[in-house]
């Protein structure tokens, strides 16, 4: 059995394992445009911000493909073709395949905005984006990071810990606006201006401002914002959003919506190709519509999932779960599911200490706990996430005594003396 893996990063990897496992004697190849080791994408502000050196951002060791029996191709493939089951690589050669998995990922995506073919315009999705931005950072004093999402907070994160100011400019009217919810951000705000940050929400940048540095060649040197302030900087950091990589089965009857459309066992429209990762649209836990989840986790099961079926070995998708975790000015902040309900629809507990950094916001829906948000105290989270995923009947009262003190799995019936008591699940 030839299987063909496109992408190099958590889905792939996953998926590749998975196959070797379940066929010992398969042909596994797996071809990247990344041409090095697998490696966490999670980790690259870290790095970035010298936190942690490159041999700890990769996930596997230097033998990694010998040993596991996989041909890999550092080339980028052009396109897929569903009828001859092969694919067309940028060299012209052409690999065959019996079952295909997509693991394209994503890329980067701003709007077009004057200036940004200057040097010193960056966006940090890859190894090599980090590696590129920590080489010119010795000559940035100030930069403006274009995003206030979870992305544009962690490279936010990476260029202040090189001592750089930092100005985060979001159009949004608060952080994270789909992570997180207004009380929470007025924490996170409060804690990084406190620590040298700047915050600018419902501002966008109009023009990137730039002149010709020691070499003639023009560079970045401010930004001009839609409030009419000029921001003199020296780097920007476009990190707005994504688009799942899915060009490469444009005009085939592969079906795509915002990514590759797939079914619960990660497999496309069309038999034998299947998708997984940041490019797949799958099942979602809580909506009834498929959804593109980009995230790491996300990425591992339906790899997983895509791996098995690709075997034959039959697994189900169970769907994703909007989950968000971070540590901003070290304190800690996990979210998951649904923040906010239509009005009237369902029950929001909230308990809120700002001078503490501690809040939590636990959003129920017929009974069941469908979001939750926890910043500073986070012990437990994953308790209240397992909630989440499993659809159960909450009690009303524990949830509430849970908004603020530790979160404690109590079991399926939690006793006491005299009979039960709070109990989290009924």
Not at 3 to 31: C, V, W
Not at 302 to 314: K, L, S
Request: glycine share 12%; hydrophobic share 40%; proline share 4%.
């Amino acid at each position: 059995m030839r299987y063909l893996i496109i992408g190099n990063s958590a889905a792939g990897i996953f998926a590749a394992e998975t196959i070797r496992g379940l066929d010992p004697s398969g042909q596994i190849t797996m071809i990247s445009k990344e041409n090095c080791l697998p490696y966490s994408r999670c980790l690259t502000s870290y790095f970035l911000g010298k936190e942690i050196p490159e041999e700890r951002i990769y996930i596997r060791n230097k033998g990694y493909y010998s040993e596991t029996g996989i041909n890999f191709i550092g080339q980028n493939v052009e396109r897929v073709n569903p009828e001859s089951k092969s694919v067309l690589l940028e060299s012209g050669e052409k690999v065959g395949y019996d079952k295909l998995l997509v693991a394209t990922g994503a890329s980067p995506f701003s709007p077009p905005l004057e200036g940004s073919d200057m040097e010193g315009v960056f966006q940090l999705r890859t190894l090599a984006d980090a590696k590129a931005m920590a080489e010119f950072a010795p000559n940035v004093k100030t930069a403006v990071v274009m995003g206030a999402g979870l992305v544009g907070l962690k490279g936010a994160h990476g260029l202040h810990e090189l001592g750089i100011k930092v100005v985060v400019v979001g159009s949004a009217p608060y952080l994270m606006r789909y992570s997180i919810d207004p009380e929470s951000s007025g924490i996170l705000i409060r804690l990084l201006e406190k620590n040298g940050y700047r915050i600018l929400l419902n501002t966008k940048a109009e023009k990137i401002l730039g002149e010709k540095n020691s070499e003639g060649r023009m560079s970045v040197s401010g930004v001009v914002l839609n409030s009419g302030e000029q921001i003199s900087c020296q780097m920007i950091l476009k990190a707005i959003g994504v688009r799942p990589n899915v060009q490469l089965v444009a005009d085939t009857e592969v079906l795509v919506n915002k990514g590759i459309i797939v079914d619960r066992e990660m497999q496309t429209s069309v038999k034998d190709i299947y998708a997984a990762g940041d490019v797949a649209e799958a099942d979602s836990i809580l909506q009834d519509e498929k959804s593109v989840s980009a995230l790491w986790p996300t990425a591992t099961e339906q790899g997983i999932i895509a791996g098995c079926n690709m075997t034959g070995v039959n697994r189900s998708y169970r769907g994703s779960l909007a989950l968000n975790s971070a540590v901003i000015c070290g304190v800690g902040l996990i979210s998951a599911g649904v923040m906010n309900l239509p009005p009237g629809e369902g029950i929001v507990l909230r308990a809120v200490e700002p001078e503490k950094n501690f809040y939590r916001k636990f959003v129920i829906k017929d009974g069941r706990l469908v979001g939750m948000i926890m910043v500073g105290r986070i012990e437990g989270a994953g308790v209240l996430c397992g909630l989440i995923r499993k659809g159960a009947k909450v009690d009303i009262n524990y949830l509430n005594y849970l908004l603020t003190n530790p979160v404690k799995y109590q079991g399926y019936l939690p006793m006491s003396k005299g009979g039960p008591q709070y109990g989290l699940l009924r």
